[in-house]
């Protein structure tokens, strides 16, 4: 198919779909002639899965680019591709000045070091989310957030759970490209799920614990509108 076709299909610009060759993140398509290429099916799948993770999961480009390269390698065993996944999904942070430093992060990342020890968790100590949790910690304590902190045991549990039915969902796929495909896609978009579904539980809990007035159902909303 030509490149118009393959933007009819996916839904993407062409000049987003340029973009995407050009950073690597989508391989080019064979050469036909000058200035013309075709393209597969496999253009269409590396297409919208490099979309889903720039527009929807918010990646940068580079890091989306080392997640498709994941899913697309050979050799690599299914704990390495998750292993990879994680670190290329959560880059390394930056702090800002002092600001995350000082007693606060110390104590904090000790925390989260005895909260790993705690539950029995194998993690690498250069997994990045031990320095993204632990920076958070450290801010939440000099806000005088300590009833936030309580829950972290809860927090963790619940983790731990939902990590539980993933891998297990993911691990009976078999095949080690779907497998690494979910690994990254879950993760990714896991996220903005997750946060979408805490949100919508706050409302609803806010509504029945606090008082509030029950928000309209979108039939009753259609209806003030029209």
Do not use: C
Request: net charge negative; proline share 4%.
């Amino acid at each position: 198919m030509r490149i118009a076709e393959l933007s009819r299909r996916t839904g993407v610009p062409i000049p987003t779909i340029k973009y995407y060759v050009r950073e690597g993140l989508v391989p080019q398509g064979e050469r036909t002639g000058p200035n013309q290429a075709r393209y597969g099916e496999e253009h269409v799948r590396r297409l919208r899965l490099a979309r889903a993770l720039v527009e929807v999961g918010g990646l940068p480009v580079a890091s989306a680019r080392e997640a498709l390269a994941l899913i697309f390698s050979s050799g690599i065993s299914e704990f390495d591709v998750l292993g990879k996944a994680q670190y290329a999904l959560t880059p390394p942070r930056e702090r800002a000045g002092d600001d995350a430093g000082g007693d606060a992060g110390g104590d904090a990342a000790a925390q989260v070091d005895e909260l790993i020890a705690r539950r029995g968790w194998q993690v690498k100590p250069g997994n990045p989310a031990r320095r993204t949790l632990a920076d958070a910690l450290a801010t939440l304590r000099r806000l005088g957030e300590d009833d936030y902190l309580d829950l972290l045991e809860t927090y963790a549990e619940t983790a731990e759970h939902l990590a539980d039915m993933e891998v297990r969902a993911i691990s009976r796929r078999g095949d080690l490209h779907a497998m690494a495909e979910a690994i990254v896609i879950w993760t990714t978009l896991g996220d903005p799920v997750l946060a979408s579904l805490r949100r919508l539980a706050q409302e609803a809990q806010a509504t029945r614990l606090l008082g509030g007035t029950a928000a309209k159902t979108a039939e009753e909303a259609a209806e003030e509108t029209a």
